[in-house]
């Protein structure tokens, strides 16, 4: 049995590498965001920072396989 924690709104701190202000998106890498849309387009959030995302995630439009 697996589990997963999902974040779909608020502030992730601790990461990395991020372009301050830039908008992020779902990646066609698994358990990875862009600041280039993936096939889908699904904006994940805006970083806030180079450590910090502020998440906005809408899953009424996700699509979960």
Excluded: M
Excluded at 35 to 64: H, M
């Amino acid at each position: 049995e697996a589990s997963v924690k999902v974040r779909v709104e608020g502030k992730i701190t601790g990461l990395s590498s991020l372009t301050p202000y830039a908008t992020y998106y779902l990646s066609d890498t698994d358990g990875d965001i862009s600041t280039t849309p993936g096939t889908y387009t699904k904006i994940v959030g805006r970083a806030l920072s180079a450590t910090e995302l502020q998440v906005k995630y809408d899953l009424r439009t996700a699509v979960l396989t």
